[in-house]
């Protein structure tokens, strides 16, 4: 089994649908990650969470919500969306280690592909 | 807050030679560094990383990576391309351990026959 799992990895949904994007880990690590991918742009942080109670907003979070279930587990919503949220999501983990050689190293979900008509 | 740009979205060089991506940072502290490919259809692992241990970073499939404090720079090279090279690249920084990761917009390898 893959140390990050995502589901579902493709989805087709219609504008204005809720539409969630589970991640689940099986690393240990407290540290995960919602980032976005679209051509030419890069990665883009959506959210992050360093902890279960710690969720904080990344450079794009307009339109998307997170739920941090469990150490474990990390899902992103979009509670209305809309085609330009048509794009790769990519969940991830990082443990920050023991001093500076762990450095928040990420290890990376396959990805879920999310197109919103 | 940290910043990276990679030079060229795309690069084409052919099988068997030098392999360089360029990679400057922005950072208000001493910054950790990133390399990760992505290869088609999958997610992102690292290639590399600089923690400040040595400014010369060996990583994996004969990729390495050198700290330029004076440049701000982190460029990516292989001495010798091969096909299954052909990927898309990524920089990254970090300031510190408790801070996120921002990645650059990537650039595209490709390698010619």
């Known amino acids: 089994d893959a140390d990050v799992t995502q589901t579902p990895r493709n989805r087709i949904t219609k504008t204005g649908k809720r539409i969630m994007l589970e991640c689940s880990q099986t690393k240990g690590h407290d540290r995960m990650y919602w980032y976005r991918q679209d051509p030419g742009l890069g990665l883009r942080l959506i959210y992050y969470?360093?902890?279960?109670?710690?969720?904080n907003k990344g450079e794009i979070s307009d339109g998307y919500s997170v739920s941090r279930q469990a150490q474990a587990k990390f899902s992103l919503s979009l509670e209305s969306a809309i085609p330009n949220q048509t794009a790769l999501y990519f969940c991830?983990?990082?443990?920050?280690?023991?001093?500076?050689?762990?450095?928040?190293?990420?290890?990376f979900g396959a990805g879920s592909r999310l197109t919103v008509l | 807050a940290q910043s990276v740009t990679q030079l060229g979205s795309h690069v084409s060089v052919s099988e068997g030679a030098l392999v360089l991506l360029r990679c400057n940072y922005s950072s208000s502290v001493p910054p950790y560094l990133f390399w990760y490919v992505q290869y088609p259809n999958q997610g992102l692992q690292l290639l590399l990383k600089?923690?400040?241990?040595?400014?010369l970073v060996k990583g994996i499939n004969g990729f390495e990576a050198e700290f330029k404090k004076s440049e701000t720079s982190f460029h990516l090279t292989k001495p010798s391309a091969h096909m299954s090279d052909a990927a898309e690249y990524f920089c990254a920084v970090i300031g510190n351990r408790d801070d996120k990761i921002i990645f650059g917009k990537g650039t595209r390898l490709h390698i010619l026959p």
């Open positions: 600089y923690t400040s241990a040595a400014t």
């Open positions: 969470s360093f902890d279960v109670k710690d969720i």
């Open positions: 991830a983990t990082s443990d920050p280690g023991q001093g500076a050689t762990g450095a928040n190293v990420l290890t």
